[in-house]
């Protein structure tokens, strides 16, 4: 599995975009990227996963340079509720072990 | 409505008692997964199972054992001889194996042992 490095926490106001880089500078070739979303007291849910360039959907973005070392994950327009953990994990199509590391707490102020 | 559902959402035990947390799922998923979290920290995988009555050890299965009798259901035992089983504990299903498989998490067990 590789290993991923992601800050700790991060703060914001609402209305803000949010950038959250994690880096995995050992990323395999058949590597995907995905990222969590995970509110206290409860499991984690998916977000967003990719492979290169870039990705978007209704909740996020995901920008992967074509290195592949690092990925950024962009939440548009935050609000109060999007104050959560965030993780990113790497692995390939046999990693039944995805590894959830520490995460980053995104806190989102008014 | 499809979903994961564990029972109870918290639980309490003496120290010395086995306890048996449920997780069962309507999402007809073939594989399914028990986490254990503490506070502050990420997840880390006790059991995962691939198919029904298969399951393999995760990084932390000492001190617990499970069972796949059912497809839907993956009860997981936390045993006396875990020693520090105070947690958050997370089940969470997949249609498959592999990063590529999202992964349905459950709304998790406060498990308390005093």
């Known amino acids: 599995l590789a290993k991923t490095t992601q800050p700790i926490s991060m703060d914001s106001y609402e209305g803000q975009e949010v950038n959250i880089t994690c880096s995995h500078n050992n990323i395999a070739t058949n590597d995907y990227i995905t990222w969590y979303q995970q509110f206290p007291s409860q499991g984690p849910r998916f977000i967003i996963q990719g492979y290169k360039t870039k990705v978007t959907n209704e909740v996020a973005s995901l920008f992967i340079p074509a290195d592949r070392k690092s990925s950024t994950l962009s939440l548009p327009r935050v609000s109060l509720s999007d104050t959560a953990v965030y993780y990113c994990l790497v692995g390939d199509l046999y990693d039944y072990k995805l590894s959830f590391g520490a995460g980053t707490t995104v806190t989102v102020r008014a | 409505d499809g979903g994961i559902t564990q029972s109870p959402k918290y639980l309490f035990r003496k120290e010395g008692q086995n306890v048996t947390l449920s997780c069962e799922q309507n999402l007809n998923h073939d594989a399914m997964y028990w986490y254990r979290q503490d506070p502050g920290q990420g997840l880390r995988l006790i059991y995962y199972?691939?198919?029904?009555?298969?399951?393999q050890k995760g990084d932390i299965a000492e001190g617990y054992s499970v069972s796949r009798e059912k497809k839907e259901s993956f009860p997981l035992t936390v045993t006396s001889a875990q020693k520090n089983p105070t947690a958050f504990y997370l089940c969470a299903s997949s249609a498959g194996t592999g990063a590529l498989y999202e992964q349905y998490f459950g709304p998790g067990t406060r498990l308390t042992v005093t």
């Open positions: 199972s691939q198919i029904v009555n298969d399951f």
